[in-house]
Protein backbone atom coordinates (compact mmCIF):
# COMPACT_ATOMS: atom_id res chain seq x y z
CA UNK A 1 0.00 0.00 0.00
CA UNK A 2 2.78 2.05 1.19
CA UNK A 3 4.82 1.56 -1.90
CA UNK A 4 2.91 0.26 -5.28
CA UNK A 5 1.93 2.35 -8.18
CA UNK A 6 -0.89 0.67 -8.84
CA UNK A 7 -4.17 1.77 -7.19
CA UNK A 8 -5.87 -1.72 -7.08
CA UNK A 9 -2.97 -3.46 -5.59
CA UNK A 10 -2.40 0.14 -2.98
CA UNK A 11 -6.89 -0.81 -2.14
CA UNK A 12 -6.40 -4.65 -2.12
CA UNK A 13 -3.33 -4.06 0.59
CA UNK A 14 -5.54 -1.64 2.42
CA UNK A 15 -8.69 -4.34 2.30
CA UNK A 16 -6.83 -7.34 3.90
CA UNK A 17 -5.12 -5.06 6.60
CA UNK A 18 -8.61 -3.53 7.54
CA UNK A 19 -9.72 -7.05 7.72
CA UNK A 20 -6.98 -8.49 9.88
CA UNK A 21 -7.88 -5.28 12.59
CA UNK A 22 -9.92 -6.73 15.50
CA UNK A 23 -11.63 -3.22 16.02
CA UNK A 24 -11.58 -0.77 13.91
CA UNK A 25 -12.27 1.88 17.01
CA UNK A 26 -9.24 1.15 18.76
CA UNK A 27 -6.24 3.44 18.56
CA UNK A 28 -4.31 4.04 16.00
CA UNK A 29 -0.94 3.91 17.26
CA UNK A 30 -2.43 -0.18 17.71
CA UNK A 31 -2.63 -0.05 13.67
CA UNK A 32 -1.22 -1.21 10.73
CA UNK A 33 -2.64 1.37 9.03
CA UNK A 34 -1.50 4.75 9.90
CA UNK A 35 -2.78 8.19 8.46
CA UNK A 36 -0.33 8.96 6.41
CA UNK A 37 -1.14 5.41 4.81
CA UNK A 38 -5.14 6.75 4.23
CA UNK A 39 -4.30 10.38 2.80
CA UNK A 40 -1.48 8.62 0.77
CA UNK A 41 -4.60 6.45 -0.84
CA UNK A 42 -6.80 9.16 -1.26
CA UNK A 43 -4.25 11.17 -3.32
CA UNK A 44 -3.82 7.94 -5.35
CA UNK A 45 -7.90 7.95 -5.90
CA UNK A 46 -7.44 11.47 -6.51
CA UNK A 47 -5.33 11.03 -9.87
CA UNK A 48 -7.87 8.31 -10.80
CA UNK A 49 -9.38 9.04 -14.10
CA UNK A 50 -12.14 9.00 -15.00
CA UNK A 51 -13.79 9.37 -11.37
CA UNK A 52 -16.87 6.82 -11.13
CA UNK A 53 -18.88 5.60 -8.63
CA UNK A 54 -16.26 3.16 -8.04
CA UNK A 55 -14.09 5.80 -6.85
CA UNK A 56 -17.04 7.56 -4.84
CA UNK A 57 -17.68 4.49 -2.60
CA UNK A 58 -14.05 3.60 -2.07
CA UNK A 59 -12.81 6.83 -0.80
CA UNK A 60 -15.70 7.15 1.38
CA UNK A 61 -14.78 4.18 2.54
CA UNK A 62 -11.49 4.75 3.14
CA UNK A 63 -11.95 8.49 4.75
CA UNK A 64 -15.05 7.06 6.50
CA UNK A 65 -12.44 4.52 8.81
CA UNK A 66 -9.93 7.57 8.75
CA UNK A 67 -12.53 9.24 11.48
CA UNK A 68 -13.70 6.13 12.81
CA UNK A 69 -9.70 5.75 14.30
CA UNK A 70 -9.44 9.36 15.17
CA UNK A 71 -7.75 10.87 11.99
CA UNK A 72 -8.67 14.47 10.37
CA UNK A 73 -10.62 14.57 7.07
CA UNK A 74 -8.76 17.03 4.95
CA UNK A 75 -10.82 19.81 3.41
CA UNK A 76 -9.11 18.60 -0.15
CA UNK A 77 -10.56 14.80 0.63
CA UNK A 78 -14.24 16.75 1.43
CA UNK A 79 -13.49 18.50 -1.73
CA UNK A 80 -12.90 15.37 -3.63
CA UNK A 81 -15.54 13.54 -2.21
CA UNK A 82 -17.85 15.66 -3.11
CA UNK A 83 -16.86 16.10 -6.59
CA UNK A 84 -17.01 12.00 -6.54
CA UNK A 85 -20.74 12.25 -5.23
CA UNK A 86 -21.74 13.06 -8.32
CA UNK A 87 -19.49 11.45 -11.07
CA UNK A 88 -20.28 8.27 -12.88
CA UNK A 89 -22.83 8.63 -14.89
CA UNK A 90 -23.40 10.37 -18.17
CA UNK A 91 -25.99 13.25 -16.77
CA UNK A 92 -26.12 14.66 -13.52
CA UNK A 93 -29.19 14.93 -12.29
CA UNK A 94 -31.03 16.74 -8.64
CA UNK A 95 -30.26 13.37 -6.68
CA UNK A 96 -26.25 13.19 -7.62
CA UNK A 97 -26.96 17.35 -5.94
CA UNK A 98 -28.60 16.26 -2.97
CA UNK A 99 -25.86 13.55 -2.52
CA UNK A 100 -23.34 15.95 -2.84
CA UNK A 101 -25.34 18.14 -0.12
CA UNK A 102 -25.25 15.02 1.91
CA UNK A 103 -21.09 15.37 2.17
CA UNK A 104 -21.23 18.69 2.65
CA UNK A 105 -23.42 18.10 5.68
CA UNK A 106 -20.94 15.27 6.82
CA UNK A 107 -18.35 17.99 6.20
CA UNK A 108 -20.44 19.93 8.58
CA UNK A 109 -20.95 18.42 11.13
CA UNK A 110 -17.44 17.13 11.28
CA UNK A 111 -16.29 20.26 12.62
CA UNK A 112 -18.07 19.58 16.06
CA UNK A 113 -15.99 16.37 16.46
CA UNK A 114 -12.84 15.83 18.25
CA UNK A 115 -9.92 13.88 16.28
CA UNK A 116 -6.57 12.61 16.99
CA UNK A 117 -3.49 14.79 16.15
CA UNK A 118 -1.88 13.46 13.58
CA UNK A 119 0.74 15.87 12.74
CA UNK A 120 -0.80 16.71 9.20
CA UNK A 121 -3.90 18.81 10.60
CA UNK A 122 -1.98 21.85 11.21
CA UNK A 123 -0.62 21.68 7.49
CA UNK A 124 -4.19 21.38 6.16
CA UNK A 125 -6.95 22.55 6.55
CA UNK A 126 -10.47 20.29 7.49
CA UNK A 127 -13.03 23.34 7.20
CA UNK A 128 -15.13 23.98 3.99
CA UNK A 129 -12.81 26.32 1.64
CA UNK A 130 -13.77 27.93 -1.61
CA UNK A 131 -13.14 24.69 -3.74
CA UNK A 132 -15.93 23.33 -1.50
CA UNK A 133 -18.27 25.62 -2.68
CA UNK A 134 -16.83 26.19 -6.21
CA UNK A 135 -17.43 22.05 -6.37
CA UNK A 136 -20.92 21.90 -5.24
CA UNK A 137 -21.75 25.44 -7.51
CA UNK A 138 -20.29 23.09 -10.72
CA UNK A 139 -22.76 20.05 -9.85
CA UNK A 140 -25.99 22.35 -9.64
CA UNK A 141 -24.78 23.55 -12.95
CA UNK A 142 -24.06 19.78 -14.49
CA UNK A 143 -27.66 19.40 -13.46
CA UNK A 144 -29.34 22.32 -15.17
CA UNK A 145 -31.66 22.46 -12.51
CA UNK A 146 -32.40 26.41 -11.14
CA UNK A 147 -33.15 24.78 -7.88
CA UNK A 148 -29.74 23.08 -7.23
CA UNK A 149 -27.52 26.41 -8.92
CA UNK A 150 -29.75 28.95 -6.97
CA UNK A 151 -29.54 27.04 -3.84
CA UNK A 152 -25.26 26.48 -4.50
CA UNK A 153 -25.32 30.00 -5.00
CA UNK A 154 -27.29 31.04 -2.15
CA UNK A 155 -24.93 28.55 0.12
CA UNK A 156 -21.76 30.23 -1.34
CA UNK A 157 -23.01 33.64 -0.95
CA UNK A 158 -23.64 32.94 2.83
CA UNK A 159 -19.79 31.27 2.83
CA UNK A 160 -18.66 34.86 2.78
CA UNK A 161 -15.75 33.55 0.68
CA UNK A 162 -13.68 35.55 -2.09
CA UNK A 163 -14.57 33.50 -5.41
CA UNK A 164 -11.88 31.97 -7.16
CA UNK A 165 -10.90 32.13 -10.94
CA UNK A 166 -13.28 28.26 -11.25
CA UNK A 167 -15.62 29.96 -9.43
CA UNK A 168 -15.69 32.70 -12.09
CA UNK A 169 -15.83 30.52 -14.84
CA UNK A 170 -18.13 28.53 -13.94
CA UNK A 171 -20.54 31.07 -13.52
CA UNK A 172 -19.16 32.28 -17.44
CA UNK A 173 -19.96 29.25 -18.61
CA UNK A 174 -23.71 29.47 -17.41
CA UNK A 175 -24.49 32.97 -17.39
CA UNK A 176 -23.10 32.51 -20.85
CA UNK A 177 -25.26 29.10 -21.92
CA UNK A 178 -28.34 30.63 -20.33
CA UNK A 179 -28.06 34.14 -22.65
CA UNK A 180 -27.63 36.48 -19.85
CA UNK A 181 -24.76 38.61 -21.71
CA UNK A 182 -25.35 41.14 -19.59
CA UNK A 183 -23.95 39.67 -16.89
CA UNK A 184 -21.38 37.48 -18.25
CA UNK A 185 -19.73 41.02 -18.96
CA UNK A 186 -19.81 41.47 -15.41
CA UNK A 187 -17.85 38.26 -14.63
CA UNK A 188 -15.52 39.10 -17.36
CA UNK A 189 -14.90 42.34 -15.47
CA UNK A 190 -14.45 41.46 -12.37
CA UNK A 191 -11.96 38.67 -13.69
CA UNK A 192 -10.30 41.48 -14.97
CA UNK A 193 -10.28 43.87 -12.05
CA UNK A 194 -8.47 40.98 -9.78
CA UNK A 195 -6.21 40.90 -12.23
CA UNK A 196 -7.47 37.74 -14.02
CA UNK A 197 -8.01 36.26 -17.46
CA UNK A 198 -10.54 34.53 -19.14
CA UNK A 199 -7.76 32.50 -20.41
CA UNK A 200 -8.66 29.93 -23.15
CA UNK A 201 -9.93 27.62 -20.16
CA UNK A 202 -12.63 30.05 -19.90
CA UNK A 203 -13.03 30.21 -23.49
CA UNK A 204 -13.43 25.91 -23.94
CA UNK A 205 -15.87 26.88 -20.88
CA UNK A 206 -18.29 29.16 -22.88
CA UNK A 207 -17.77 27.12 -25.96
CA UNK A 208 -19.08 24.00 -24.37
CA UNK A 209 -21.22 25.38 -22.24
CA UNK A 210 -23.15 26.38 -26.16
CA UNK A 211 -22.21 23.36 -27.86
CA UNK A 212 -23.68 20.97 -25.47
CA UNK A 213 -26.74 22.79 -25.96
CA UNK A 214 -26.59 22.27 -29.66
CA UNK A 215 -26.20 25.76 -30.43
CA UNK A 216 -22.87 26.33 -31.95
CA UNK A 217 -22.96 29.47 -34.25
CA UNK A 218 -20.75 30.77 -31.07
CA UNK A 219 -18.21 28.31 -30.64
CA UNK A 220 -17.18 27.73 -34.16
CA UNK A 221 -16.89 31.12 -34.69
CA UNK A 222 -14.61 31.50 -31.14
CA UNK A 223 -12.76 28.74 -32.96
CA UNK A 224 -12.29 30.11 -36.36
CA UNK A 225 -10.89 32.77 -34.28
CA UNK A 226 -8.44 30.99 -32.51
CA UNK A 227 -7.58 28.74 -35.73
CA UNK A 228 -6.25 31.73 -37.40
CA UNK A 229 -4.08 32.34 -34.89
CA UNK A 230 -2.42 29.00 -36.52
CA UNK A 231 -3.49 28.06 -40.07
CA UNK A 232 -4.78 30.75 -42.69
CA UNK A 233 -8.38 31.59 -42.66
CA UNK A 234 -9.17 29.12 -45.87
CA UNK A 235 -11.51 26.61 -44.36
CA UNK A 236 -15.01 26.80 -46.47
CA UNK A 237 -16.57 24.87 -43.68
CA UNK A 238 -16.06 27.93 -41.38
CA UNK A 239 -17.61 30.28 -43.72
CA UNK A 240 -20.94 30.48 -42.74
CA UNK A 241 -19.44 30.98 -39.13
CA UNK A 242 -18.15 34.80 -38.45
CA UNK A 243 -15.34 34.83 -36.56
CA UNK A 244 -15.57 36.30 -33.04
CA UNK A 245 -12.99 37.98 -31.84
CA UNK A 246 -14.24 39.70 -28.74
CA UNK A 247 -16.54 38.42 -26.15
CA UNK A 248 -18.15 39.95 -23.01
CA UNK A 249 -15.72 42.99 -23.55
CA UNK A 250 -12.69 40.21 -23.64
CA UNK A 251 -10.26 40.39 -26.71
CA UNK A 252 -8.94 37.40 -27.81
CA UNK A 253 -5.29 38.03 -27.53
CA UNK A 254 -3.23 36.65 -31.40
CA UNK A 255 -1.47 34.56 -29.07
CA UNK A 256 -4.23 32.22 -28.03
CA UNK A 257 -4.55 29.32 -29.33
CA UNK A 258 -7.08 26.41 -29.54
CA UNK A 259 -6.12 23.73 -26.55
CA UNK A 260 -6.11 20.26 -26.83
CA UNK A 261 -9.46 20.21 -24.60
CA UNK A 262 -10.69 22.87 -27.73
CA UNK A 263 -10.22 20.43 -30.24
CA UNK A 264 -11.71 17.79 -27.84
CA UNK A 265 -15.13 19.32 -26.72
CA UNK A 266 -15.45 20.46 -30.66
CA UNK A 267 -15.63 17.15 -32.11
CA UNK A 268 -17.35 15.76 -28.85
CA UNK A 269 -20.44 18.04 -29.15
CA UNK A 270 -20.65 17.98 -33.11
CA UNK A 271 -20.01 14.04 -33.22
CA UNK A 272 -22.43 13.58 -30.94
CA UNK A 273 -25.48 16.04 -32.66
CA UNK A 274 -24.95 14.14 -35.62
CA UNK A 275 -22.48 16.97 -37.50
CA UNK A 276 -19.88 14.13 -38.91
CA UNK A 277 -18.34 16.47 -41.99
CA UNK A 278 -17.32 19.64 -39.47
CA UNK A 279 -16.61 17.19 -36.95
CA UNK A 280 -13.92 15.63 -39.46
CA UNK A 281 -12.91 18.86 -40.62
CA UNK A 282 -11.83 20.03 -36.82
CA UNK A 283 -10.21 16.58 -36.36
CA UNK A 284 -8.26 17.43 -39.53
CA UNK A 285 -6.91 20.69 -38.03
CA UNK A 286 -5.74 18.87 -34.83
CA UNK A 287 -3.94 15.48 -36.63
CA UNK A 288 -2.36 18.65 -38.88
CA UNK A 289 -0.79 20.33 -36.07
CA UNK A 290 2.96 20.01 -35.90
CA UNK A 291 3.01 19.41 -32.71
CA UNK A 292 -0.23 18.05 -30.30
CA UNK A 293 -1.54 21.37 -28.79
CA UNK A 294 -1.02 22.13 -25.37
CA UNK A 295 -3.56 20.72 -22.19
CA UNK A 296 -5.12 23.14 -20.51
CA UNK A 297 -2.44 23.81 -18.04
CA UNK A 298 -0.43 24.75 -20.66
CA UNK A 299 1.98 21.21 -20.48
CA UNK A 300 3.08 19.58 -23.33
CA UNK A 301 1.14 16.25 -24.85
CA UNK A 302 3.07 12.74 -25.29
CA UNK A 303 3.07 13.04 -28.90
CA UNK A 304 4.69 9.31 -28.72
CA UNK A 305 1.50 7.63 -28.09
CA UNK A 306 -1.13 9.74 -29.55
CA UNK A 307 -2.90 9.50 -25.95
CA UNK A 308 -4.48 12.96 -26.29
CA UNK A 309 -6.91 11.58 -29.48
CA UNK A 310 -8.04 8.97 -27.37
CA UNK A 311 -11.58 11.33 -26.18
CA UNK A 312 -12.15 12.56 -30.11
CA UNK A 313 -11.79 9.05 -31.28
CA UNK A 314 -14.60 8.26 -28.64
CA UNK A 315 -16.72 10.73 -29.63
CA UNK A 316 -16.97 9.49 -33.24
CA UNK A 317 -17.24 6.27 -31.98
CA UNK A 318 -20.34 7.59 -29.95
CA UNK A 319 -21.44 9.18 -33.23
CA UNK A 320 -21.47 6.00 -35.18
CA UNK A 321 -23.32 4.29 -32.00
CA UNK A 322 -26.10 7.55 -31.83
CA UNK A 323 -26.27 7.97 -35.66
CA UNK A 324 -25.00 4.93 -37.91
CA UNK A 325 -26.61 4.51 -41.09
CA UNK A 326 -27.09 0.53 -41.61
CA UNK A 327 -28.01 0.03 -45.34
CA UNK A 328 -29.70 -3.55 -45.84
CA UNK A 329 -28.41 -5.05 -49.17
CA UNK A 330 -31.73 -6.27 -51.55
CA UNK A 331 -32.09 -9.17 -53.14
CA UNK A 332 -31.62 -9.65 -56.82
CA UNK A 333 -35.47 -10.65 -57.41
CA UNK A 334 -35.71 -7.05 -56.38
CA UNK A 335 -33.13 -5.03 -58.20
CA UNK A 336 -35.08 -3.39 -60.20
CA UNK A 337 -37.75 -2.04 -58.09
CA UNK A 338 -35.45 -1.51 -55.70
CA UNK A 339 -33.35 1.34 -58.08
CA UNK A 340 -36.70 2.89 -58.80
CA UNK A 341 -37.32 3.32 -55.35
CA UNK A 342 -33.56 4.62 -54.51
CA UNK A 343 -33.81 6.89 -57.55
CA UNK A 344 -37.27 8.73 -56.74
CA UNK A 345 -37.79 7.99 -52.60
CA UNK A 346 -34.67 6.84 -50.97
CA UNK A 347 -31.67 9.86 -50.03
CA UNK A 348 -28.57 9.25 -50.21
CA UNK A 349 -26.99 7.46 -46.92
CA UNK A 350 -25.80 9.40 -44.17
CA UNK A 351 -22.14 10.16 -43.53
CA UNK A 352 -22.51 7.62 -40.42
CA UNK A 353 -22.09 4.56 -42.69
CA UNK A 354 -20.30 1.60 -42.60
CA UNK A 355 -17.39 2.61 -44.90
CA UNK A 356 -16.88 5.90 -42.90
CA UNK A 357 -16.84 3.70 -39.57
CA UNK A 358 -14.28 1.71 -40.97
CA UNK A 359 -12.10 4.09 -42.10
CA UNK A 360 -12.06 5.78 -38.57
CA UNK A 361 -11.77 2.42 -37.49
CA UNK A 362 -8.12 1.67 -38.61
CA UNK A 363 -7.26 5.15 -38.61
CA UNK A 364 -7.85 4.56 -34.67
CA UNK A 365 -5.98 1.14 -34.63
CA UNK A 366 -2.99 2.59 -36.88
CA UNK A 367 -2.59 5.63 -34.37
CA UNK A 368 -3.16 4.69 -31.15
CA UNK A 369 -2.13 1.18 -30.99
CA UNK A 370 0.48 2.28 -27.96
CA UNK A 371 -2.46 2.95 -26.09
CA UNK A 372 -4.50 1.72 -23.29
CA UNK A 373 -8.32 2.70 -24.43
CA UNK A 374 -10.67 2.38 -21.60
CA UNK A 375 -13.67 -0.40 -21.28
CA UNK A 376 -15.86 2.29 -22.41
CA UNK A 377 -14.44 3.26 -25.76
CA UNK A 378 -14.24 -0.14 -26.30
CA UNK A 379 -17.79 -0.43 -25.58
CA UNK A 380 -18.50 2.33 -27.90
CA UNK A 381 -16.51 0.92 -31.08
CA UNK A 382 -18.72 -2.11 -30.51
CA UNK A 383 -22.10 -0.57 -30.51
CA UNK A 384 -21.06 1.75 -33.67
CA UNK A 385 -19.85 -2.08 -35.44
CA UNK A 386 -23.55 -3.18 -34.57
CA UNK A 387 -25.38 -0.14 -35.67
CA UNK A 388 -23.31 0.46 -39.07
CA UNK A 389 -23.37 -3.25 -39.80
CA UNK A 390 -26.95 -4.41 -38.91
CA UNK A 391 -25.82 -6.04 -35.94
CA UNK A 392 -24.17 -8.77 -38.34
CA UNK A 393 -22.56 -10.78 -36.03
CA UNK A 394 -19.58 -12.49 -37.95
CA UNK A 395 -19.14 -8.64 -38.77
CA UNK A 396 -18.71 -7.72 -35.33
CA UNK A 397 -16.39 -10.60 -34.48
CA UNK A 398 -13.92 -9.39 -36.98
CA UNK A 399 -14.21 -6.17 -34.65
CA UNK A 400 -13.36 -7.43 -31.96
CA UNK A 401 -10.68 -9.64 -33.09
CA UNK A 402 -9.12 -6.64 -34.27
CA UNK A 403 -9.31 -4.84 -31.47
CA UNK A 404 -8.17 -7.54 -28.60
CA UNK A 405 -5.24 -8.24 -31.09
CA UNK A 406 -4.48 -4.45 -30.79
CA UNK A 407 -4.99 -3.80 -27.19
CA UNK A 408 -4.11 -7.14 -25.54
CA UNK A 409 -5.49 -7.23 -22.28
CA UNK A 410 -3.41 -9.41 -19.94
CA UNK A 411 -6.45 -9.67 -17.11
CA UNK A 412 -9.27 -10.19 -19.66
CA UNK A 413 -12.67 -8.17 -20.11
CA UNK A 414 -15.35 -7.58 -17.04
CA UNK A 415 -18.96 -7.27 -17.26
CA UNK A 416 -20.49 -6.86 -20.68
CA UNK A 417 -17.42 -7.11 -22.57
CA UNK A 418 -16.84 -10.40 -21.05
CA UNK A 419 -20.22 -11.24 -22.01
CA UNK A 420 -19.65 -9.99 -25.59
CA UNK A 421 -16.34 -11.80 -26.01
CA UNK A 422 -17.59 -15.01 -25.10
CA UNK A 423 -20.03 -14.92 -27.52
CA UNK A 424 -18.61 -13.55 -30.73
CA UNK A 425 -15.48 -16.62 -29.90
CA UNK A 426 -17.85 -18.44 -31.68
CA UNK A 427 -18.21 -17.11 -35.32
CA UNK A 428 -15.95 -17.74 -38.27
CA UNK A 429 -13.73 -14.50 -38.87
CA UNK A 430 -13.17 -13.39 -42.20
CA UNK A 431 -10.03 -11.67 -43.29
CA UNK A 432 -11.28 -8.32 -44.58
CA UNK A 433 -14.75 -8.31 -43.57
CA UNK A 434 -15.72 -4.46 -44.60
Known amino acids: MRTSSSLDEAWDAFSILRELEPDASHSVRSSRITFRDIHHLARMLARQKPRTQETFQRLLNLLTYLRVIGGSVHSWEWNLLLDCSAKGSRKTTEKDYQAALQVYADLQRSQDTPSADDGLSRKFSTKPDIVTFTTILAIAIRSRSENCIRHASELLIQSDLQPNRVTRLLALSHLSATGRLELVEQVIAQLQDEGQDVGIDGLNAIMWAHAQ ?215 ELGDDLP
Open 213 to 427: HGHFDLPMGIYRTLRNHHFPDDHAFLSHYPPISDFGGFHIPPEMVPDCATYTLLVQSLAYTGRFVEAVKIFEDLVALPEPPLTTKGRKVDASSNAHLLPVYRAFFLGFARHGDYQRPRSKQRLDTALVSRLFNKPDPGPWNATNFHTMLNMFLATCDNTSPTERTIYWIMIAAGRVSGNDEIRLANVWRRLNETFERRDGWRGRMSRMSQRLANF
